[in-house]
T-cell receptor, first 115, second 112 residues
Framework: DARVTQTPRDKVTEMGQEVTMRCQPI?????VFWYRQTMMQGLELLAY????????DSGMPKDRFSAEMPDATLATLKIQPSEPRDSAVYFCASGNYSGANYGYTFGSGTRLTVV | RKEVEQDPGPFNVPEGATVAFNCTYSNSASQSFFWYRQDCRKEPKLLMSVYSSGNEDGRFTAQLNRASQYISLLIRDSKLSDSATYLCVVNMTRNSASKIIFGSGTRLSIRP
């Protein structure tokens, strides 16, 4: 089965440190999403890309978060500087947009703890 | 008002029961709809797409009502393994861009 791969699986860091999360989407998928999940907020869309171009990053705090796709096989989400309120599970998902109906596959997530 | 709303539950039903969840969405221009399932400490996984005419996959039936802007999921003959959180997902168009929005999930617990 094709998979979305996320690294690292778990990350504990101190407040103020830079955190980079990586995602390898499924080969051939043209759409990549970044979500954040907490108990209080549920799944929040942070940003998404189609054909590597950012389509919407309105869900992301711009002052500290940045998302990029340097190539079709890699998406990154960076937090600098990190804060305790950033603690959450960050999911990457990829899919192939070819019209109205499509599904997408999630990676296993990066569990981030900022202390 | 949230763009996609679900009853958070939890729904606690006996094995073998039939259970149904609803999900409402606010954007009438929404194009496509899905149900995802998420197990504790795992990633969401696609359960099924929801088509206008309604669709069935084994014990699971999904329905879409565009006029009332809701989708539903029916689980028949529930199994212990159906215990999970069920997420309603809507692909909606806003400002000429499509956006995938998740509901906050409905927790289902099946008891023996």
């Amino acid at each position: 089965d094709a998979r979305v791969t996320q690294t690292p699986r778990d990350k504990v860091t101190e407040m103020g440190q830079e955190v980079t999360m990586r995602c390898q989407p499924i080969l051939g998928h043209n759409t990549v999403f970044w979500y954040r999940q907490t108990m209080m907020q549920g799944l929040e869309l942070l940003a998404y890309f189609r054909n590597r171009a950012p389509l919407d990053d309105s869900g992301m705090p711009k002052d500290r978060f940045s998302a990029e796709m340097p190539d079709a096989t890699l998406a990154t989400l960076k937090i600098q500087p990190s804060e305790p309120r950033d603690s959450a599970v960050y999911f990457c998902a990829s899919g192939n947009y070819s019209g109205a109906n499509y599904g997408y596959t999630f990676g296993s997530g990066t569990r981030l703890t900022v202390v | 008002r949230k763009e996609v709303e679900q009853d958070p539950g939890p729904f606690n039903v006996p094995e073998g029961a039939t259970v149904a969840f609803n999900c409402t969405y606010s954007n009438s221009a929404s194009q496509s709809f899905f149900w995802y399932r998420q197990d504790c400490r795992k990633e969401p996984k696609l359960l099924m797409s929801v088509y206008s005419s309604g669709n069935e996959d084994g014990r699971f039936t999904a329905q879409l009502n565009r006029a009332s802007q809701y989708i539903s999921l029916l689980i028949r003959d529930s199994k212990l393994s159906d215990s999970a959180t069920y997420l309603c997902v809507v692909n909606m168009t806003r400002n000429s861009a499509s956006k995938i929005i998740f509901g906050s999930g409905t927790r289902l617990s099946i008891r023996p």
